[in-house]
């Protein structure tokens, strides 16, 4: 996409999403989240996908891939740090990028995406 979209997230509301992270859960995608060249191998993949496309435009997928980089981070803080679901969808959006095997966050950080509160109605 070309601009940050407001996708549903009322999710984030529901009893579970405010409980941390499972220890399982941690212990099946922690050790993932951290090995860079996992992160590197997926990004790559992804990159050799989406060049198929006619309309693929290297210099927004590096924006992007900066952005999915920041949000491994962000998910690798949560779970380290016992946040929830919940908790971590109102972190602030950042962009990371790699150089010389070392994740280097960049001075970004969106606003939040505003989401209106509601209730679910009992039925």
């Not at 996409?1 to 009322?10: L, Q």
């Not at 859960?25 to 990159?47: A, P, Y």
């Not at 016992?82 to 908790?87: A, D, F, L, Q």
Request: hydrophobic share 35%.
């Amino acid at each position: 996409p070309d601009e940050w979209r407001a996708y549903p997230y009322y999710w984030a509301w529901l009893p579970y999403a405010s409980k941390p992270f499972s220890e399982k859960t941690k212990e099946l995608v922690l050790h993932k989240l951290r090995d860079l060249n996992l992160v590197k191998g997926l990004l790559d993949e992804l990159n050799k996908l989406f060049k198929h496309d006619k309309g693929f435009d290297k210099t927004l997928f590096d924006k992007q891939a900066s952005v999915m980089r920041g949000q491994i981070l962000n998910l690798c803080q949560a779970l380290e740090s016992g946040m929830s679901p919940s908790s971590l969808f109102r972190c602030h959006c950042s962009e990371s990028s790699v150089t010389a095997g070392v994740r280097v966050p960049l001075l970004f950080s969106s606003s939040r995406i505003n989401i209106p509160s509601f209730h679910l109605a009992n039925t």
